[in-house]
C-alpha cells in the first residue's frame, strides 16, 4: 500500500490526473445523457460536476490543485465562443432573415430575465448587494463578473448563480418548450442562449444544429445588452 | 488544423485587445466571435479553413463548462440563508424568461409572416 500512497502523492500533485479525471467524468456523463437520448435531467455538465465533486471531496483535494490539470479544459472557453462564429456564418441567411424575430426576442427575454430575478429578489428582502449580485445571472461568466463588480455586488457569488442559472435552464429548457407547444428551433435556441448563456447554448447544440447556431447569438447579444440594461433596471429596486 | 486554430486564436487576442483597449462592455472571445464572422463573410477560404477545427471545438462545448462547474460546488454554501430563495428566483426568473423569449420570437414570426418555416 506504501507504493500506491507514493504514486498516489506524485499523481495528485501534477496536471495529469485532473485533466483526465475532468474528461472521464464527462465521458460518463455524456454517455448517460445518450443513453437517455439526451432526457433534460441527464445534463452532461450536472454529472461530470457531481462526479468530479464527490471525487474531490473523498479524496480531500482542494480546487486549486484540480483546476491546475482542469484550466487546459477551461482555457477552451475561449476559442469555442469565438468559433460561435462557426454556425452563425453557416445559418446567416436564416439568420438575416429572422432579424426582427431576434431583436425583439432578445429585448423581451433579456428585459425578463433580468427584471425578474431583481423583482423576486426584491420581494424576497434581498439586499441591494445581492440584487447587484443576482442581477446578471443570464449573461455569459465573464461579462456577468464585470456587471456585477461595477453594480457592487459579489463577482464569486455571481460566478455561482451564473453557472447555476445555465444549468437549469439547459434543464428545463426542451420539457417547457414542449409544454409551450413552440416547435420553432430558432425561437427555442435563441431563447435558451438569451435566458442560460453557454450552458444554455451547448444544450441547444446537442438537440439541434439550428438551435445552436440560434443560441450562440442570443448568447452575444444578451451579454451586451445586460451590461447596457443592468444598472437601469437595478436602479428600479434600489 | 493549426492555421484554422491560429486564426481562432489571434481573433480571440483581438478582441481581448479591442475590448479592454476601448473598455467595452462585451467580452473579448464575444468580440473574436464578430471579428472571425466578419473574415468568413469577406472570404470563402478562411470559411472552409476555420469549419472542421471549430465544429470540433464546438461538438463538446458542454465539456468545457465542467472546471467552472466544480468550482460552484465549493461556493455553494455562500449562497448561505438565502439558498432557497437564490433557488427560487433563478428557477421562476430563467422560466420566465425562457417562456417570453421564445414566445415573442414565435410571435414576431407570425406577425412579420414568416419567410423561413423551420418547425421540426
Known amino acids: ?238 | 488544423m493549426i492555421h484554422a486554430l491560429t486564426l481562432i486564436l489571434a481573433c480571440q487576442l483581438a478582441g481581448e485587445a479591442l475590448t479592454r483597449l476601448f473598455g467595452w462592455p462585451a467580452p473579448g472571445p464575444v468580440l473574436g466571435m464578430a471579428l472571425l464572422f466578419v473574415l468568413m463573410l469577406a472570404s470563402g477560404r478562411v470559411a472552409r479553413l476555420v469549419q472542421p477545427t471549430g465544429e470540433g471545438i464546438l461538438r463538446h462545448l458542454s465539456l468545457l463548462f465542467v472546471p467552472a462547474g466544480v468550482g460552484v460546488v465549493g461556493h455553494l454554501q455562500q449562497l448561505g440563508t438565502y439558498g432557497a430563495g437564490f433557488a427560487l428566483v433563478l428557477v421562476v426568473s430563467t422560466v420566465l424568461a425562457l417562456a417570453v423569449g421564445a414566445g415573442v420570437f414565435v410571435i414576431v414570426v407570425r406577425l412579420t409572416g414568416d419567410k423561413d418555416k423551420s418547425d421540426a
Not at chain 1, 11 to 35: E, H, K, M, R
Not at chain 1, 112 to 131: E, K, R, Y
Not at chain 1, 220 to 235: D, E, I, K, V
Open chain 1, 1 to 238: 500500500m506504501r507504493e500506491f500512497a507514493e504514486i498516489w502523492s506524485y499523481l495528485a500533485a501534477s496536471p495529469l490526473i485532473w485533466l483526465t479525471a475532468t474528461l472521464i467524468a464527462y465521458v460518463i456523463g455524456d454517455t448517460l445523457a445518450q443513453a437517455t437520448g439526451r432526457a433534460p435531467l441527464a445534463n452532461p455538465v450536472l454529472i461530470a460536476v457531481i462526479l468530479l465533486a464527490s471525487l474531490l471531496w473523498i479524496t480531500g483535494t482542494s480546487y486549486a490543485t484540480y483546476f491546475e490539470g482542469a484550466q487546459f479544459v477551461h482555457f477552451l472557453l475561449g476559442p469555442a465562443t469565438v468559433a460561435l462564429a462557426i454556425p452563425l456564418w453557416q445559418q446567416r441567411h436564416a439568420v438575416r432573415r429572422a432579424f426582427v424575430p431576434i431583436c425583439a426576442a432578445l429585448l423581451a427575454g433579456s428585459v425578463t430575465a433580468v427584471l425578474s430575478a431583481l423583482a423576486i429578489g426584491h420581494a424576497l428582502g434581498l439586499s441591494p448587494q445581492l440584487l447587484a449580485t443576482l442581477a446578471p445571472k443570464s449573461t455569459t461568466a465573464p461579462v456577468a463578473l464585470g456587471i456585477s463588480q461595477s453594480l457592487g455586488g459579489s463577482p464569486t457569488l455571481t460566478a455561482v448563480l451564473v453557472i447555476l442559472t445555465g444549468m437549469i435552464g439547459a434543464i428545463v429548457v426542451t420539457p417547457l418548450m414542449n409544454a409551450l407547444r413552440i416547435r420553432d428551433w430558432r425561437a427555442r435556441g435563441f431563447a435558451v442562449g438569451v435566458a442560460a448563456h453557454g450552458i444554455g447554448t451547448a444544450r441547444a447544440f446537442q438537440v439541434n444544429p439550428q438551435a445552436g447556431a440560434f443560441a450562440g447569438i442570443g448568447m452575444a447579444l444578451n451579454a451586451m445588452l445586460t451590461a447596457l440594461l443592468a444598472p437601469w433596471a437595478l436602479g428600479l429596486f434600489l
